[in-house]
């Protein structure tokens, strides 16, 4: 019983040691966020599983007992079915080593449980703690399930009901432990990327306000010489001209104000509008820029209300539209809709242009990433997240290479408002 318990122990704490190794092995490895995470995965889980193998103990004459399957069904949960096949690949490899009928065993056993914990990762990821709890206990308790099954079959001696009891502690107790050491090192890992994050925003904000500072006082000045000579102007194609011209200096303007409100965020000309009329608003400002691009913009809006600084909220949208439209330079569709989901404004703006990476859509919104190249700084949807943000609303991408971009975004719905617009209508229709 003793070398049964050091046995555990030693195997307990490998597993221990491997969850706690995986943002240390994460530092050296590729500078890809999702890749990064999910190869640190395989890494840990991987020694863990070859050095409880290693550290197996016996239990009895015919039997060798490790906590291989830890590891195994941890690392495919958190890292999906490709980690999975991975470790499968580790497991059944080094388990050949030893050799004996428990291969067999192992091969079927193994395959099951990467199947079982491939199936559920997603939902086991988008789970809170006790589910995920719950459901990594259900498949560790498959494993001594199918091992007894199969040695009831092939007649060959199996554990005591001592030692079932302990393996089912050992998997329970060690379950609840390994997941929330798991979970405290995921949200360690977020808090040190959004505190970096956060680093670079301020740092990007000082700046973006400096140079925003500098150029408000040359457009100033332009701005007053085609005052003058607008007045002197009596051609009213060329005046027509002005008018154009002074557009665009104002949202110029308006542009500046929101790169200064990176450094310094402001809360005035908080009105409620309608997410409709600004849209249409926008569309009719980026329609020639369409037209040139050969893009047909639809849409299918309704008039949904909320608040926030109706500037602020065109000019995120101009930012992502106009993306969307430069990434389609042979032409192609966009389509924009609004509607109500969950009590909340969803607006989607999606194109059928050249797509994004898994890689460039986590960067989007980072200080100097930009996928124009030179071309870009990558502030404008920094500056649009932060808008989105300060309307308490956020920004989700979904994208595909050569298949196109959609932006989601979604915002507080002023209830009050939509509900007396509805009655409204309905007492015209009446």
Known sequence: MEVEVQGILVNVLIIFLGQLSIPIVQNFLIDNKKIQYKLSIFVASSISIILCMTFAF???????????????????????????????????????????????????????????????????????TSIKVVLTIALLHITPLLTGIIYLITHLPYLSLNQWIVNAATFTIGSVILIYLTELIHKHTLLKEQITHFEKSVTVSHLAASIAHEI???????????????????????????????????????????YLTLAKPQNDDI?????????????????????????????????????????????????????????????????????????????????????????????????????????GTGLGLMVTFNIIQSFGGRVSVESEVNKGTCFVITLPLEEHIQDSLSEVASELKQ
């Open 58 to 128: 016996p239990i009895n004459d015919h039997y060798l007992y490790d906590l291989r399957y830890v590891p195994l069904i941890l690392g495919t949960l958190y890292g999906g079915y490709r980690v999975g096949i991975g470790l499968f690949v580790v497991l059944v490899t080094y388990r050949l080593f030893f050799g004996g009928i428990g291969i067999i065993i192992t091969f079927f056993t193994t395959i099951i449980l990467v199947a079982f914990a491939s199936l559920l990762s997603r939902k086991f990821l988008n789970s809170r």
């Open 271 to 375: 009105i409620l509008f309608d997410t409709k009329a600004e849209l249409e608003k926008t569309i009719s400002i980026l329609t020639p820029l369409a037209k040139k691009n050969k893009v047909n913009i639809s849409t299918q809006l309704e008039s949904l209300y909320t608040k926030g600084n109706i500037q602020q909220f065109v000019q995120a949208l101009i930012n992502i539209i106009k993306n969307g439209i430069e990434a389609m330079p042979n032409g192609g569709e966009m389509m924009i809709q609004s509607s109500i989901e969950n009590n909340k404004i969803k607006l989607s703006i999606c194109d059928t242009g050249v797509g994004l990476t898994k890689d460039q859509v986590q960067k989007l919104g980072q200080p100097y990433f930009s996928t124009k190249g030179d071309k």
């Open 216 to 258: 408000r006082n040359p457009l100033t000045t332009i701005k007053g010489f085609l005052q003058i000579l607008f007045v002197k102007e009596f051609d009213e194609k060329r005046r027509s001209y002005y008018k154009t011209i002074f557009s665009e200096l104002e949202r110029a303007e308006h542009i500046i104000h929101d």
